[in-house]
């Protein structure tokens, strides 16, 4: 959940949310330095977990930080909200597509740490505690994420992790915590920020428990230098680049020509363990088309990006939801091989991306930029699909978004015509013939 950046001489500001706060984490002093260089590379994260993109259900980009339980129960962040949520996960068939996390986001905290120095849940808001809500969540057989800051202070206000970094470890472990979100907002230097990051990757795995770890660390490196995403692999499984997702088709679009324009530098290090973060899914909201939700799911597919949701699943509509459990589509995404797609190229109005799969197969997107006027043609040579492999000498091809369509068989001189609506996309497998099932 970022906010503005700063250190004590630079303030670069953005605009990621309505919030405005410095980035800055006091944390690393030099007692605290000494400590992490002297365990630093021994063990750097070592779960095992997120083989494939992390699925699951986060509560920022729809309900952020509504605090107001008196006035707005059903969607104020309470223990209530991610017991709801758990429960129709497993209802609606979610669980079963793949979507195992209920995350809490930022403002679920106290204001205040407790005796022991200890961060605790706002009594109010979560009567039973995180424990309490964990087992619930575990008992519906699925995982609970939690949020904490790098810095002082969360993005919100409340009480960051500086210097509890391994309190704050072992009381996410003791509660039952099965994913953590580590923000980076309030940190004072660079360098505090890298060692912050590091540090409670090495306090997560001393706990012993299973926890994924996922960073907003690369984004908070951008506006001063370019990350080591070799580095930032090493201690996460998930990591953010760019802003905060809104839900409007301008924010997609943003964060896909970001994507876009760094591939080269983001695209390779991506694989089992951990993944490149371009934020949640908005399908199911206010802000986006049927054409751009069916855009950012294909996308986010192809980019091996984790899906997490962030909708209200007590309301979302049919049509989305079966767009969200698409086995076709989540299979991509999910696929074992683990490579990131990336944009083959731009022609005109339309982006090609291209992604490879297990089996020989590749997946396809074709997206059309335009926002004025009716579908466009597209006519494609197949031999310049899957770095001119994908069907050589043949292969057959499935459409699968806007809907799932069998085009047949192509051999490597054929060309592939296709027509996509205005800020749509066409989302196409492609299948060796040795694998392809009849």
């Avoid at 509890?164 to 509660?175: L, R």
């Avoid at 324009?261 to 991506?270: M, R, T």
């Avoid at 001189?413 to 392809?436: A, C, E, F, M, W």
Wanted: aromatic share 10%; glycine share 8%.
């Amino acid at each position: 959940m970022p906010a503005i950046i700063c250190t004590s001489i630079v303030m670069v500001t953005r605009k990621m949310r309505s919030r405005n706060q410095q980035l800055g984490c006091v944390l690393a002093l030099r007692f605290l330095a000494l400590i992490l260089w002297g365990v630093l590379g021994a063990r750097a994260l070592d779960n095992g977990l997120a083989r494939t993109p992390t699925m699951g259900w986060l509560h920022w980009e729809r309900f952020m930080c509504n605090l107001d339980c008196q006035e707005e129960p059903d969607s104020c962040i309470s223990e209530q909200l991610f017991m709801q949520m758990a429960e129709l996960m497993v209802s609606d068939g979610w669980k079963d597509a793949g979507y195992e996390y209920v995350c809490i986001d930022d403002c679920w905290m106290a204001p205040q740490r407790d005796s022991e120095g200890r961060l605790q849940a706002d009594p109010q808001r979560f009567p039973g505690g995180i424990r309490r809500l964990a087992n619930y969540v575990h008992s519906k057989g699925l995982k609970l994420g939690i949020y904490a800051d790098v810095g002082y202070k969360t993005c919100a206000g409340f009480p960051g992790s500086f210097g509890y970094y391994d309190i704050d470890a072992q009381t996410f472990a003791d509660w039952g915590v099965d994913l953590l979100k580590f923000d980076g907002c309030h940190c004072d230097s660079i360098k505090h920020l890298a060692d912050g990051y590091k540090y409670m990757s090495l306090a997560l795995n001393r706990t012993g428990r299973s926890i994924v770890y996922s960073c907003e660390w690369p984004l908070y490196m951008w506006p001063f230098h370019k990350p080591n995403y070799t580095k930032i692999r090493q201690y996460c499984n998930h990591w953010r680049n760019y802003a905060d997702i809104y839900d409007s088709w301008e924010s997609v679009k943003n964060i896909l020509d970001w994507t876009a324009s760094n591939q080269e530098k983001i695209v390779n290090v991506a694989g089992p363990g951990g993944w490149n973060d371009p934020d949640m899914l908005v399908i199911g909201n206010f802000g986006l088309s049927w054409d751009q939700q069916i855009t950012q799911m294909a996308l986010w597919a192809i980019m091996a990006a984790p899906l997490l949701m962030s909708n209200d699943l007590r309301q979302i509509s049919p049509q989305a939801r079966t767009l969200l459990q698409d086995k076709d589509v989540i299979a991509i995404n999910q696929d074992p091989l683990g490579k990131q797609g990336y944009r083959l190229r731009k022609d005109n109005n339309i982006e090609v991306w291209e992604r490879p799969l297990s089996n020989s197969a590749w997946a396809v997107a074709m997206r059309n930029l335009r926002e004025i006027g009716g579908p466009l043609s597209y006519m494609i040579r197949v031999s310049s699909l899957g770095r001119g492999v994908a069907c050589n000498p043949g292969c057959f091809i499935t459409q699968l978004l806007p809907m799932k369509t069998e085009l047949g068989f192509y051999d490597w001189t054929s060309s592939l015509k296709t027509r996509i609506n205005p800020t749509g996309t066409v989302l196409l497998r492609l299948q060796d013939r040795l694998y392809h099932k009849v």
